[in-house]
């Protein structure tokens, strides 16, 4: 029997009258295959599907109130990391990454733990004199509570599929995700698989402009596009990506952000970076999403990269399965390596489940968007 469609305006309707139906990934996956299809759809209106990846493509977003008399900051230092103003006279923003200088391993990662710990954070800021701000130095100390708003920027905040590191070099090589051991010794891979978000909606289709997602325990929204966007790359029949693909750029009130679900860590030889977990809801608004929702971790794959290569291009070794990889063991150019996450499935788990409660308690949006993803894909190289 055909799975019949779903609205918008119904679902909303059933959440309004505490009826909607919410399940996490791998429960729908395990009713699907208890029940079968239809007897699933019928059971559930809303899949919640969640990442906890790391990233240093992101920037912290402050909005500060005037000083007397007025500075029109240009540059300026909080915790001991530079950052940038010249965005009105005192909207300052901060790198999340970077911060390679030893031994302070200290990067704009660390200074939004410090925030949200509720630490005070030295600020020292420089401008240019003008008629209306006429002061050219500034020295303060800014906590959470006196900083009238901010938001956290992730310019790569979801990708549809991950990676698999991998080093061919010897001995260890530095990577964006941690340390790799070589010749063909340990692999790390970035995405969970069956459960994350791209890889339960393909093509990060539900998203779009506005839509609402949980970032860190806060309430965020897609921007549009993210850096790296590969909305056309190689699929399976399935429709799901074989490679990175689709990536959705998101944002989120730095005062709604709980430390929980937001760590900062420094990779040696990169630099600072951010482990945030995400949760993004699903609509099963017909029998295509309901479908796609179900592929498992046998069906899905992630491309093996060699990341002891520094090139734009680096060596394939074609697709791994992730039921290999959450094995622990996989094969390369004919070599056993042993894997491990660069992700947190624990915070995935638990932040996809404070979703699922806001959901059924009506405390957070559900919407369909208004407008899909750019199909413009965003990465265009450099040319020298």
């Not at 394939?316 to 660069?342: E, K, N, T, W």
């Amino acid at each position: 029997m055909p799975l019949t469609p779903r609205t918008e305006a119904e679902l909303q309707e059933r959440q309004r009258r505490g009826d909607l139906q919410v399940r996490s990934a791998a429960a729908y996956r395990a009713l699907v295959a208890e029940r079968g299809l239809e007897a699933a759809y019928a059971a559930t209106d809303v899949v919640v599907a969640s990442n906890a990846e790391f990233t240093d493509q992101a920037t912290l977003q402050l909005s500060l109130g005037p000083s007397d008399p007025p500075i029109r900051v240009r540059e300026f230092h909080l915790g001991g990391v530079e950052g940038r103003g010249g965005h009105g006279s005192t909207e300052l923003l901060l790198p999340i990454g970077g911060g390679l200088g030893e031994p302070l391993r200290q990067g704009g990662a660390q200074v939004l733990a410090a925030l949200l710990a509720g630490d005070d954070v030295a600020l020292v800021a420089s401008g240019e004199a003008t008629t209306l701000h006429p002061r050219r130095e500034l020295e303060s100390r800014l906590s959470l509570e006196r900083i009238g708003c901010g938001r956290l920027l992730l310019h790569r905040g979801i990708g549809e599929n991950g990676v698999v590191a991998v080093s061919s070099a010897e001995g260890l090589t530095r990577s964006p995700f941690g340390p790799l051991l070589g010749p063909y010794v340990t692999a790390l891979y970035t995405c969970a698989g069956s459960g994350s978000i791209g890889l339960t909606m393909p093509g990060l289709s539900l998203l779009g402009p506005g839509s609402p997602v949980l970032v860190g325990g806060a309430l965020g929204w897609v921007s549009g596009a993210g850096s790296g966007h590969m909305p056309h790359t190689r699929r399976l029949p399935s429709g799901h990506a074989r490679v990175p693909g689709a990536v959705a750029a998101v944002s989120a009130d730095l005062h709604g952000l709980n430390s929980e679900w937001v760590r900062p860590c420094f990779f040696e030889g990169h630099g600072s970076g951010l482990l945030v977990a995400i949760a993004a809801p699903v609509p099963l608004t017909n029998a295509t999403v309901a479908l796609q929702a179900t592929a498992a971790n046998d069906q899905l794959e992630a491309p093996v990269l060699d990341f002891s290569i520094p090139r734009r291009i680096k060596p394939g070794f074609g697709g791994v399965p992730y039921s290999q990889l959450l094995s622990g063991r996989i094969q390369v150019d004919g070599r056993q390596l042993s894997c491990a996450p660069a992700h947190s499935p624990r915070l995935a788990e638990s932040i996809a489940i404070e979703l699922i409660e806001r959901l059924l308690s009506g405390h957070f949006p559900l919407r369909l968007p208004a407008l899909s993803l750019s199909g413009r894909s965003a990465l265009i190289p450099l040319e020298s």
